[in-house]
């Protein structure tokens, strides 16, 4: 019996000290290292002397008490697995796992402690763990929602975010079949699936997802294979994104950049330093500059140099502040012709308040101004026509009442005068003055039947020089000046014809030499006709007082009596030269007046022109 337990003893030192797995025999009550095999040695560092004079507490990294709890821990338990971290003689750590059993010397109860050292694999868990923990919270926190299946279809892992899409109640689907949690999936998605499971990468940007409750989402999607580590398929992963809000945000912004394209204003963008990003259609048809001739070019190209350098200034100084500048601009266009528009410049500010761009949304305003522009004139015109009527009406007063005056005058005398002589004399005064009073109220009566449009328009054919002759003996009888000679002069031969209203042409000239007599003292009055650029062209020619330059285009105009009357010295109504311009347009042709009125210049006199279109 002896010798059997002697020999046990023998195999037990033989299986200790020739092991390769590291052994140590502890007493449970001290802690004491009792034995250590070469194994020990060499794995902890220390030499047989020194592990079997230490306590087993100063190898591992726990305390005499904890480790005596664990002892007795195991003891209750029947535990004998153990994981634990040890000390090395060179201070380094490790991790070690191991079985501990009992076993008995003589007396003495010992604890045989087979120690493995798994520092690197526990290190490998870590790792994987850590990358386990890593890749969910990627997933989780992904934009996409993810699912992924075996190639049974199975779910093996689906992210938070993928059971909210698809509002799925049973979070517990692991193992579940996709079908059974999706049991209506329309066949296109099956068949996905199906293309999926075959190897291919399937993707949609935007797709409609039709909800239980009837409302459509909008999806951006992608169905792949996963790989098993021998090139396998292992089965699909699903990525979705619900994009609905960026779909609307598309769609919004579609709809503002028609509302951009379309609009009735001029839309331009710019960069902060003022070069052009964008301009809209409104202001390619209103510049004539394209697109691609504006882009990046500064805004400064429309410039018409109609703006000082304030203006800009102020402008860039209020839009630089962040504010709106509204106001109007005169700028060129392509072909250089010039507009003018009505404009609000604002800035566009990032989320930080950086100005990253500058809004101008102009509006043109040149028929607007111009149509502003007419009705001042027209209203300065009617104040200055209605001037002009009061200066007539009290004119007329003078025009009507003087020859009246004469007239009453010599009649009153006539009765009592007993000279033949004197009573001739009267009798012609009152003749004379009658005619004068003929005169003034058959021009304003004819005036106001031009005015009324009632005037017809009798033509026959007529040699010109019939008509300059006709004139010409009118006129030499009236004429009671010997300082002053009536010439004609016929420029385009006795035989051309004309062929228009002889009365109205006669009344023209006639209107046009009795002027030239009244603002003409001496020297010579000359009527003709000569051929310009193939035209006709009448004129009445004096040597008078001339009209100022600052009158000239007024004079046509009606009751309007220039400077040259001499505080009205001259006689008139202002409502010849308006009579002459009234019978023009109705023959349909043109008159326009050269004077000189400044003697220093050279010859003086007045040269009216007309011509009829025939
Ligand atoms: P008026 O009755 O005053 O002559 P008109 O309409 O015939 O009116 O002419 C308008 C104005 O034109 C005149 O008041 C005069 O100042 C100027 N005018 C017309 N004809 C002549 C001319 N031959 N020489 C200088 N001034 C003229």
Sequence with gaps: MKDLSKLMEQSFRDFFSNNVA???????????????????????????????????????????????????????????????????????????????????????????????????????????????????????????????????????????????????????????????????LPQKWRDVHQRALKGEVISADADPYLRDDGHTDWTRWECRPWYEANGSIGGMIIYTQIITGEIQTIEELRKLSRAVEQSPASVVITDPKGLIEYVNPKFVETTGYSFEEVKGKNTSILKSGKHADEFYKELWETIKLGKEWKGEFNDKKKNGELYWESASISPIMNNEGKIVNYLAVKEDITERKKMIEDLIAAKERAEHSDRLKSAFLANMSHEIRTPMNSIMGFASLLPDEESRELMTQYANIIVQNSEQLVHVIDGIVLYSRLQAKILTVNACEFKICDLLHDLKQSFSVLNFNADLELHTQNMIGSNALLNTDYEKIRQIYANLISNAFKYTSAGTITIGAEMKNNQVTFYVKDTGVGISKDEIEKIFERFFRGKNVKNGSISGTGLGLSIVKELIDLLGGKIWVESNSDPKLGEKGSTFFFKLSL
């Design 22 to 184: 590291i052994m140590l025999l502890i007493d449970p009550e001290t802690l004491k290292i009792v034995d250590a095999n070469p194994a020990a040695e060499k794995y902890y560092g220390w030499d047989h002397a020194q592990l079997t004079s230490m306590s087993i507490a100063q190898i591992n990294t726990l305390s005499s008490s904890e480790i005596m709890v664990e002892i007795d821990k195991a003891r209750t338990q029947q535990r004998n697995y153990f994981r634990f971290r040890h000390r090395k003689a060179d201070g380094s750590i490790c991790s070690v796992e191991g079985f501990s059993s009992k076993v008995v010397f003589g007396a003495k109860e010992l604890l045989l402690s087979i120690i493995h050292d798994v520092t690197g694999q526990e290190e490998a868990e870590a790792k994987l763990k850590h990358n386990q923990n890593l890749m969910g919270y990627i997933i989780e926190h992904d934009s996409s929602a993810v699912a992924v299946h075996d190639k049974n279809l199975n779910y093996i892992y689906v992210s938070q975010q993928y059971l909210d899409q698809y509002k799925i109640k049973d979070t517990n689907i692991i193992g579940r079949h996709h079908y059974d949690v999706f049991p209506d």
